[in-house]
């Protein structure tokens, strides 16, 4: 006799292996929508908080939720739902202004309505020289054999937030501006490594950005490699994950 309950269990096992698919999907869509994002660093402008081969989880519930904390952005609604306001200091990952397609990550150094400028490569705001401190060097390794020498400051912001900054050269490009005006609804980023860094002081490629284009505040760093090294090839991680960065906070 031959049996008819065979061709059912496979596709109850089909239709279940489906279902279980969809259900992954659904829950890992909702907590990058509404948790955490992962973002990976690709450049050196956050240096040395943020290194080139970081992985960070960003918190989207930080600042609430506009249209860009959606996957491609869709233009559902406009201005932001449950919004808060980041602090000086954060580390923030958000969308650039003139082109929303690209994410970028910096440190918030100016509030709406806040004067900055760049004097002699010291940050003031609101007419004031934020307080600065020599913090000897860091060792800038660029995973290609090479290692640089590189000035350093610690930096406290008028909230008391303190941070390294670097100092590539002096009499840098960025280091002496005009007073920039923080339009209402916009915040001044930049980058720590100061003189390697396109940010707001670039009026023409980054500017003031928008409350709506926040993503998130930079968290935890739950995953690290040396520069210069992929992530996924795994049999090098004895010697190539930074063991020390791993499951860190982000300050």
Sequence with gaps: MTSTTEPKKQEGGLGETVKVILQAFLIALLIRTFLFQPFNI????????????????????????????????PPLFD???LGSTPDRGDVVVFKLPRDESTDYIKRVIGLPG???????????INGVPVQRVDAGYWMDDEGNGRVERVKRWTETLPNGVSYHTLDLVENGFYDNTDVYKVPPGHYFMMGDNRDNS??????????????????????IIFFSVKEGDA?????????????????????
């Design 42 to 73: 690709p450049s050196g402008s956050m240096k040395e908080t943020l290194l080139v081969g970081d992985y960070l989880f960003v918190s989207k519930f930080s600042y609430g939720y506009s249209r860009f904390s959606l996957p491609l952005s």
């Design 79 to 81: 201005g932001r739902i």
């Design 114 to 124: 806040d004067e900055i400028q760049m004097i002699g490569g010291l940050l003031h």
């Design 198 to 219: 396109t940010d707001s002081r670039v009026l023409s490629q980054v500017g003031y950005v928008p409350y709506d284009n926040l993503i998130g505040r930079a968290q």
């Design 231 to 251: 992530a996924w090839q795994f049999w090098k991680w004895p010697w190539t994950v930074r063991w020390n960065r791993l499951f860190s906070f982000v300050r």
